[in-house]
């Protein structure tokens, strides 16, 4: 596969902190690239960079091969969806998707019908001479993409731009995103903090935090299997405890919770377990499965989403247990003793 | 229905004032001149209604030529206020730090406290043929003879400039301020150059401020009377002047009170004609 961006050892520097630190990365042709972070990881200074609107301290930043330095944004082959939006208020629809290619000097028929074509895409044709201020949220969205993408840019670069939306309307945004992208096939590098929109949407997903890259890996590999205790406790719900010792096979935590699985070697400082890995009543006698009893302090319904709180027998250690809304747990009650069990790979240690 | 009745008694309070100063002030005199400027002098020195204030005005070349002038300069200096002014509302907004800004905005506030007399003086020192800015000239040998500057019509529009500018800035700056900078970085990111971000983006961005700003700064020079009159000299021409004149020099109230409202009719009508031209609502722009 191509890759259509490489981000060299990029590293920006601010009078008194460092906001990218060494970032390496390249993003394949065609693909949906997010960099997850918390706010203040760096990852909008990073996307400034590769749009041109800041430049970096150190290192480069090469579009399809070239390198990108001293090139200023209007020059470059990417366009940004800003977090705002940035729609021209003093415009309607029509003329702020045709603003850029006004720009590039088309002759009004060319423009008219790759505008008409692109409304037709985001499914906003009709909308021509509406004011975008007179829009719902989710249509200045499409406003906001449709006049990026209509520049035919070799990458799209989105800075949370979901950011604003209401949460019925992101979670449909998502995956209208996600279809656009499949169907054009231009790459998108997506800047979020919600782990759902990048664990949804895209195809890598590079965990950020304190200006590096934490893992970059698929979101199956990155919920799966972590590789470091940031991305364990950052991407997912999850139960993390504090260690206190490993003696042998058995490790117990500061709450004195001993569990004999564990799938590292060295001594780990950290352990996560996330709360669908945990089984609810096993069956006995499987291999790798260690199995301990809780007592249900509270059941936090949330639909799909309720856990249980729970205290471990023989601890002071508090466990979040995913309760499935199904048949088979539905005399669950607060109070009550559960036999649990998880398996030793679904044991995460740092 | 006790809470509403309170609210009417405090609601009739508060705009009593503002009647008062209203009626008394604006209502009354203007009422008052309206009517003395249908009153001519009859041949037995009985007050008749007449249009003869109005045909006196039509008929003299200099009355309705000075008119046109005051008109034609009035609307130049706005649009002078506007260009040396957009820039620095830019600036102040956009690219001066909060510190650096609000200490610019203190010079620019400056001269507002000193008044318009002691400004106009000011520029009198400079531009005089023996001011500040001749004296230089001739000292590095720039010219041999002093320029003649002052009783001008550059050192007059200089003035009007000068005194309006401040006028001009403050709706700009806050028109500007609301502005979201992401809207430049992304014409900019489309491709747009300098000049395009400006005339497309940013201009009509701010063009609420820009008109509201416009009217005020026209309103003021097309009825100032100091800086024509001390820097214009005795051919500034400007319309105030023959007001001033109609009342003080030749006691001719009736003719003043006409004039004024010949003044008050042209202010007023290029404005509306702005306000169309520019797409804008006064409501708008008022608030």
Known sequence: MNNILAIKNLSKHFDDFTAVKNVDFAVEEGG???????????????????????????????????????????????????????????????????????????????????VNEMLERVGLNGFDNKKVTDLSGGQRQRVAIARSLVMNPSILLLDEPLGALDRKLREHMKVELKLLQKEIGTTFVYITHD???????????????????????????????????????????????????????????????????????????????????????????????????????TILFDGSNTKLSTLVHGSREELLISLPQNAQFEGIVEGNTLNVGVHRDDVKCF | MEIKKGFNVTFYLLIIPVLIWLITLIVIPHGELFISSFLVEDDLGEMVFSLGNYIEFFSHQIYWMTFVKTAIYAIGVTVLAFIVTFPIAFYLTKVASRKNASFLMLLLLVPLWVGELVTVYGWMVLLGDHGIINHFLIGVGIIDEPINMLYTNFSMVIGLLY?????????????????????IEAACDLGASKWVIFTRIVIPYAMPGIVSGAIIVFMLVIGDYLAPNLLGGKNSLWFTEQIYNEFLSTFNWNEGAAFGFLLLILSSSIIWVALKLSGQKLEKVGS
């Not at chain 1, 970096?56 to 977090?83: C, H, T, W, Y």
């Not at chain 1, 782990?195 to 934490?214: I, N, P, R, W, Y």
């Not at chain 1, 117990?252 to 996560?272: H, Q, R, V």
């Not at chain 2, 500018?165 to 900078?181: G, N, Q, T």
């Open chain 1, 32 to 114: 949906f690239f997010s960099i997850l972070g918390s706010s203040g990881s760096g990852k909008t200074t990073l996307l400034r960079i590769i749009a041109g609107f800041q430049q970096e301290s150190a290192g480069d930043v090469l579009i399809r091969g070239q390198s990108m330095k001293g090139i200023p944004p209007e020059k470059r082959p990417v366009n940004i969806v800003f977090q705002n939006l940035a729609l021209f208020p003093m415009m309607n629809v029509r003329e702020n998707v045709s603003f850029g290619l006004k720009r590039q000097k088309l002759n009004n028929a060319d423009i008219k019908s790759k």
């Open chain 1, 195 to 297: 782990q759902s929109e990048a664990l949804v949407m895209s195809d890598k997903v590079a965990v950020m935090h304190e200006g590096e890259f934490e893992q970059i890996d698929t979101p199956h590999n990155l919920y799966k299997n972590p590789q470091t205790a940031f991305v364990a406790g950052f991407v997912g719900d999850t139960n993390r405890f504090q260690l206190q010792s490993k003696e042998g096979g058995v490790i117990m935590t500061k709450g004195g919770w001993k569990l004999s699985s564990c799938n590292l070697d060295i001594t780990p400082e950290a352990l996560f377990i996330r709360p669908e890995a945990l089984i609810i009543n096993p069956a006995a006698n499987v291999a790798g499965i260690d199995q301990f009893e809780v007592t249900i302090k």
């Open chain 2, 163 to 183: 005194m309006s500018m401040l006028f001009m800035v403050l709706p700009v700056m806050s028109a500007l301020e609301s502005m979201d900078d992401s809207l």
